[in-house]
Every structure is written in C-alpha cells, then in structure tokens.
C-alpha cells in the first residue's frame, strides 16, 4: 500500500503522506506501549488515565489517538489509491488488466486479513473477517469505482452509506430486556446503551445478527456467537466512507490547486466531519468505533484530515523533511511491517527475554521494554527493506 508516484502536480513521492503511514505503523506496533499496564500502578492520576486512554482502545463509545490507527490506514488507502490510478492510467495500462489486478489485490487482502485471525491455538481456520486487511479487501473493488468521479459522486455515496447503514441498525428491533448480556461478551456496562442508542449495543445489533449467520456458514471449531471485542464483518460498508474521504483528499492534491488551496481544502473537509459528527453523535446515533457508526465515520474522518493537514503543511508546504526519514522508511513498507509485527511480535519478545534476561521485562515498566525492543526490531528490518529497495506491494 504504498504511495505510487505521483503527476506533475504533486512530488513524485508525497513525503508526508509516507511519514503520517510511518508513524501509523510504529504507533500500532508500539502495543500501546505498555502503558495501561504502568497506568493500573497509578489509579489516581489523570495523566497515566489519559495516557491510558489514548494507548488502548476504547471500551465501546468514543475513542482516543488508539482508536485512530485503523481510520488513519484505511484514509491512507484511498489516499494511494488517487495516485495510484492515475500513474497507471498515464502509463496507458489496459483497463481490463487493471479491473482484474483490482480483483486479485482486494481478494489477498481479505485472505491475508483471514490467515491473521486464526491464532496458534486453533485446530482449524479461523473465518473472521473484522481485520484490518479484510476490511479493506471487502470494499477495495467498490472504492476503485469512484476514482474519478467527482465530488458530488463520492458526496453522495458517502450519505448513502451513511443513511444506509444507520437505518439498518435503527430498524433492527432492539434486544429484550431479558436479554442475557453476559453470555454475548458483555464485560461493560458502557457497552450496554438505553433508549433509542440500545440499537447499537454491543453483541445484539444489526451487524452482530449477520455475523450470527454468516460466519456459522464457514467450518469452525463451534458455533459463532461474538466477537469478544465486537467487531463485525458488515464494518466494511461504512468504512468505506473513510476509504472514500481519503480518495477525495488525494484527488484534491493531485489537483492544479496551489499548495495553500490545497490545504484549506483538507482543513475545511474536517472542519464539515467534525460538525456531522457532533450533529450525528448526539442525536441519533452513539460514535462506536467497533461497529464504525455514521458518526465515527465523520469524528474519526476529522481527526485524520486534520492530522494529515498539519503533516501536509509541515512536511511538503513548509520543506521540513529532514526529520521525517525514520517514519519513511517504515511508512514506504507499511505492508511489510503490519505484516511483520501480526506475525513475530510475540516471538521477538521471547527471544529478547533469551537473550537480555527476564528481569528487563518485568516489573510494571516491563511492557515498556518490550514495545522499545520489539519497535526497534521492526525498524531494523524495514530499513534492511528501505537499504535494499525492496518495498513490498499487492
């Protein structure tokens, strides 16, 4: 998923874009920096609680800097997906060579997402698909439909989603109240709602019901009942309208607007999220990153516009790009390390306890230790990638 070249428009490489997917990746393997573990020795502060809350992931409602990584990768698709389209369509490739190329990318990305799910501790496949990869995969070949559309195109499918998929939560009836709630995963009050909102509880909603009969359709271990973190497989349809906000944010770029232009254009963009997402969040649906609710869509839209903006400004507007190569080098492999860290993180810090001794992992700055060791592993590897020109693409 890096970002091919660009036109004439823009740099051949846009460098904050590589930075702010560098800088993505290094937060998602930091694991939060074992930070809740050292805030649970502190239950008194409110600077190790916000530091918590912004190093982990939100119990159901709202969502802190943590709960950012997925929006901010999945914007970023869209982003490379502007450029991408365009280098290849001034290259003169064939479309149907295109369409089919489209098809393989979005069917490995859902098989990558799917090979993630299964731990080492399951005797047979695991069929999810509420993975980052897969989620992606699920609605790629749809989002390649819009490159080039337009604004009020992609306006306009972007309020259909958005209708869409809140009335098919709004119009699911809601559970009864003796529901068992525990037996669904419930380990929360906060993730139980009243009122209208309760059509967005967690583990009996809209989605949770479809996952109920779809993932009972593929081979496992025993039946489906629930994501123990609430995720469903139907997210795909209103992320899309992440994936299609950084379609519009890249096109804008690779647009014959000036620099300036540029940029109000993405501040104004958030400034219209954040104002949906306050109108939304507070009438007629909660802001639920786990089911990626309308109003999550626009609040979490708003926060990576806005993030990219200042990367934009700060990195290709002002020239400051000297600090940025430690995010590039990353940023350029973003595949490789996601891939990397779903795969060897465990195992890095079993070798590290090896071979530094277990004491350096221990104690309640332990897990800090292990995310600086496994971190460091990780960039080493992606500028032995960076060193040897080997950025790896699907």
Same mark, same amino acid.
Do not use: C
């Given at each position: 998923m890096s970002t091919p070249s660009g036109s004439s428009a823009v740099p051949e490489r846009l460098v904050s874009l590589d930075a702010y997917r560098g800088l993505t990746m290094l937060f998602m393997a930091s694991s939060g920096f074992g930070i809740a573990q050292i805030a649970k020795a502190h239950p008194d502060s409110g600077f190790w609680e916000l530091l918590r809350y912004n190093t982990s992931h939100a119990a159901w409602i709202g969502g802190g800097a943590w709960d950012m990584i997925q929006?901010?990768?999945? +914007? @970023?698709?869209? @982003?490379?997906?502007? +450029?991408?389209?365009?280098?290849?369509?001034?290259?003169?490739?064939?479309?149907?060579?295109? +369409? !089919?190329?489209? !098809?393989?990318?979005?069917?490995?990305?859902?098989?990558?997402?799917?090979?993630?799910?299964?731990?080492?501790?399951? =005797?047979?496949?695991?069929?999810? +698909?509420?993975?980052?990869?897969?989620?992606?995969?699920?609605?790629?070949?749809?989002?390649? !439909?819009?490159?080039?559309? $337009?604004? =009020?195109?992609?306006?306009?499918?972007? $309020?259909?989603?958005?209708?869409? %998929?809140?009335?098919?939560?709004?119009? %699911?009836?809601?559970?009864?109240?003796? %529901?068992?709630?525990?037996?669904?995963?419930? %380990?929360?009050?906060?993730?139980?709602? $009243?009122?209208?909102?309760?059509?967005?509880?967690?583990?009996?909603?809209?989605?949770?019901?479809?996952?109920q009969w779809f993932l009972n359709l593929f081979p496992c271990e025993k039946p489906f009942v629930f994501d123990k973190g609430g995720y469903q497989t139907l997210n795909f349809v209103p992320s899309l309208i992440t994936m299609i906000l950084g379609l519009m944010a890249g096109e804008n770029l690779r647009s014959d607007k000036t620099a300036g232009e540029k940029l109000k254009w993405l501040l104004q963009a958030g400034g219209i999220c954040l104002a949906l997402a306050l109108i939304t969040g507070t009438t007629i649906c909660p802001v639920i990153k786990k089911l990626w609710t309308p109003s999550w869509a626009f609040y979490s839209g708003a926060v990576v516009l806005w993030v990219f903006a200042l990367f934009y400004w700060f990195i290709d507007i002002k020239g400051r790009k000297a600090w940025t190569f430690p995010l590039v080098v990353v940023g350029m492999n973003s595949i490789a390390i996601y891939l990397a860290y779903q795969l060897t993180a465990s195992w890095i810090r079993s070798i590290g306890r090896i071979w530094l001794g277990n004491g350096l992992f221990e104690g309640t700055t332990g897990a800090f230790a292990q995310s600086l060791l496994v971190l460091g592993v990780l960039w080493t590897f992606c500028y032995w990638l960076y060193r040897r020109k080997v950025f790896i693409r699907i």
């Open positions: 929006p901010s990768f999945m +914007f @970023m698709v869209g @982003m490379a997906l502007a +450029f991408s389209s365009s280098r290849r369509n001034a290259e003169g490739q064939d479309q149907r060579k295109l +369409f !089919l190329h489209t !098809l393989w990318r979005a069917f490995v990305l859902v098989a990558l997402g799917v090979f993630l799910t299964t731990g080492s501790t399951n =005797k047979q496949p695991v069929f999810g +698909f509420h993975n980052v990869l897969a989620q992606i995969g699920l609605g790629y070949v749809f989002l390649t !439909l819009l490159v080039g559309r $337009g604004w =009020k195109v992609q306006l306009g499918v972007i $309020g259909i989603i958005a209708a869409g %998929t809140w009335a098919a939560f709004a119009l %699911t009836p809601i559970a009864g109240p003796a %529901t068992d709630y525990k037996a669904l995963g419930i %380990t929360s009050p906060d993730q139980v709602l $009243g009122g209208f909102w309760a059509h967005w509880n967690m583990n009996a909603n809209f989605a949770a019901s479809f996952d």
